[in-house]
C-alpha cells in the first residue's frame, strides 16, 4: 500500500505560478515512478508530469518547458513547478505511484487558473 498526499493548489491569475507537493509514505525508490496527471471537467485524465526511478523525466508537449516535476528522496517527496500558467491548466491534479504494477493515487488538489 502507497498513500500520497497532494497539497499546494488554489486559484492563480493567468501567468503566474503554483507548485504542487505529494508525500508518499514509502520512500520513493521503492516505485517504479512517480507522476502528475489532471483531469478538468467532462475531460478525461491526462498525464501531466512524470519522474522514473532513474530520475529520468517526461512532459506532454501541452507542459513542456512551463512545468517541471521534481523530487526530494530524504523526504519521500515530488513536487511540480507549475509556471506560465493558463486557464486551460484548470483541473484538478493527482498524484500518482506505481509499485509492483498496481497503481496508487492522491485525493487530488484543485488547481484553477483565471484569464
Known amino acids: 500500500q502507497v498513500q500520497l498526499v497532494e497539497s499546494g493548489g488554489g486559484l492563480v491569475q493567468a501567468g503566474g505560478s503554483l507548485r504542487l507537493s505529494c508525500a508518499a509514505s514509502?520512500?520513493?525508490?521503492?516505485?517504479?515512478?512517480m507522476g502528475w496527471y489532471r483531469q478538468a471537467p467532462e475531460k478525461q485524465r491526462e498525464l501531466v508530469a512524470r519522474i522514473s526511478r532513474d530520475g529520468s523525466t517526461n512532459y506532454p508537449s501541452a507542459v513542456k518547458d512551463r512545468f517541471t516535476i521534481s523530487r526530494d528522496n530524504a523526504q519521500s517527496t515530488v513536487y511540480l513547478q507549475m509556471n506560465s500558467l493558463k486557464p486551460e491548466d484548470t483541473g484538478v491534479y493527482y498524484c500518482?505511484?506505481?509499485?509492483?504494477?498496481?497503481?496508487?493515487w492522491g485525493q487530488g488538489t484543485q488547481v484553477t487558473v483565471s484569464s
Open positions: 514509502v520512500s520513493i525508490f521503492r516505485l517504479n515512478a
Open positions: 500518482h505511484a506505481n509499485l509492483y504494477g498496481f497503481d496508487y
